[in-house]
């Protein structure tokens, strides 16, 4: 029988059988969304134990019939949850494909994505929308902020887009914004603020209701120094408080030190640091 995990959650049970049985596996084996915490308002994973992400020899090949780029190549890498991995490598190395790979967006060519225990690259279009809504917080390396809708606005919708179950989600909103260092741009609209600023706030928005996987591409690209290490200790502590684990690719070297482990990309080969 399939216990429905959100029994106040009608929608649930309209969901296929087999997303509902990997959401009830979810919460099974790795405890997600059980516990509460009352100072933020969120329903947060209570456990960290065994692998996030575990990519096995994954290739992918632009245009492999007329002018083939070997973007990734066997790539094969194991996360385990709550760490704060960095990927760090050169412009054009492979980082933003490897990305959008582990978010279901690029189908790679071969191999096999494992994450939070489900088989990525087996789901098809419709399943791994669903996933990545639910599990994924992202930020690309453009903001991608909704135009029309302020900054609380764009965190705020994150939360109602994911469907968590925060009590108060402009309490919430509100304090990751705080936390990205933009409590006095509340109610500005992207077009109001900087480049670094809009970029702050797709970080708060992909931080939002604090998902297990956050994948983020060079997420300090537009941002100075100092505000940069803030935004990456800010990832780091909810991974630590939170058990999310967290992927950061970056060309910038002083950043690596906030990783807990880091690889190298270089042509899409990718290397561990011992
Ligand atoms: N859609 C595409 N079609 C063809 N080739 C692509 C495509 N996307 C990326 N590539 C190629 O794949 C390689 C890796 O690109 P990718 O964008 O992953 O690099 P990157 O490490 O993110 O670089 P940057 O630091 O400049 O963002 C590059 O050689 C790029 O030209
Ligand atoms: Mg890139």
Redesign the pocket.
């Known amino acids: 029988m399939v216990r429905p995990l959100f029994p106040l959650n009608a929608s649930f049970a309209k969901l296929p059988t087999q997303w509902q049985q990997t959401l009830n596996r979810l919460v099974d084996d790795y405890n997600l969304w059980t516990g509460w915490d009352d100072e933020t308002m969120a329903v947060t994973p209570t456990t960290v134990v065994g692998e996030a992400i575990a990519l096995h020899q994954v290739s992918k090949i632009?245009?492999p019939e007329h002018c083939p780029?070997v973007?990734l190549n066997q790539v094969s890498l194991t996360i385990p949850k709550g760490a704060v991995q960095m990927v760090v490598?050169p412009?054009?190395?492979?980082?933003?494909?490897l990305l959008l790979t582990l978010a279901g967006l690029l189908s790679p060519t071969s191999g096999r994505i494992t994450a939070l225990g489900e088989p990525l690259t087996t789901f098809d279009q419709d399943h791994l929308e669903y996933f990545r809504r639910r599990y994924m917080g992202l930020v690309f390396?453009e903001s991608n902020l909704l135009r029309s809708l302020t900054a609380l606005e764009n965190v705020e919708a994150m939360i109602a887009f994911r469907g968590n179950r925060i009590r108060i989600p402009r309490h919430h909103a509100k304090g990751l914004l705080e936390s990205v260092g933009l409590g006095n741009h509340l109610r500005h609209l992207p077009r109001q603020l900087s480049g670094g600023q809009q970029q702050r706030v797709a970080i708060a928005r992909a931080l939002a209701g604090y998902p297990p996987l956050i994948l983020a591409d060079?997420p300090t690209a537009s941002l100075d120094s100092g505000t940069g290490c803030t935004v990456v200790n800010l990832m780091r502590q909810l991974a630590h408080d939170h058990g999310c684990t967290v992927i950061i690719t970056t060309?910038d070297t002083r950043l690596i030190q906030a990783g807990d482990r880091i690889a190298h990309i270089n042509d899409g080969v990718l290397t561990l640091e011992a």
Do not use: P
């Open positions: 632009f245009n780029c973007a490598g412009s054009g190395a492979g980082k933003t494909t390396q060079e060309h």
